[in-house]
């Protein structure tokens, strides 16, 4: 079983060696994880635990944010309305303890997620044919 510090230093590695896609689905998954468990909180009646993992996961869903191109069209605008729309949502659910607002927020970031890990499933494909392809040689 691993401890903390070697859970910790595996996550930084896999920060700094991750792809800008996959840096995207980490924020997703930890911005999942913090609603799964802010609703398990609320059961559990730790309502300090709670406001926590929210304000965790509004700080993702706002790197998440602060990181679109608006200038690439129509889809990074979209992004923002969602972003925004959960952001609110979370300060609601925070505010009022609302389960609903929480599992509403959960349900399109995990709906998000699949987009996002389709497309970069999509992108690492054709980047890994284009190398197969070339005449480069990254082994040496």
Known sequence: MRNARQTGAYKQIQIKTA???????????????ALKKAVDLIDRKDFGGKGDC??????????LNMALDMSAGDIPRSLRRLYLYVYRR???A?????KSA?????GIM????EAWKVAVQDSEHTV?????????SITG
């Open 19 to 33: 792809s800008p896609g996959k840096l995207i689905l980490l924020l997703y998954e930890g911005a999942i994880g």
């Open 54 to 63: 929210l304000i965790k996961a509004q700080d993702i869903i706002m790197e």
């Open 90 to 92: 979370l300060i609601d």
């Open 94 to 98: 925070n505010l009022d303890v609302d």
């Open 102 to 106: 929480i599992q509403e927020s959960l």
């Open 110 to 113: 995990e709906d998000l997620y």
């Open 128 to 136: 890994q044919t284009y190398i197969a392809r070339s005449r480069l």
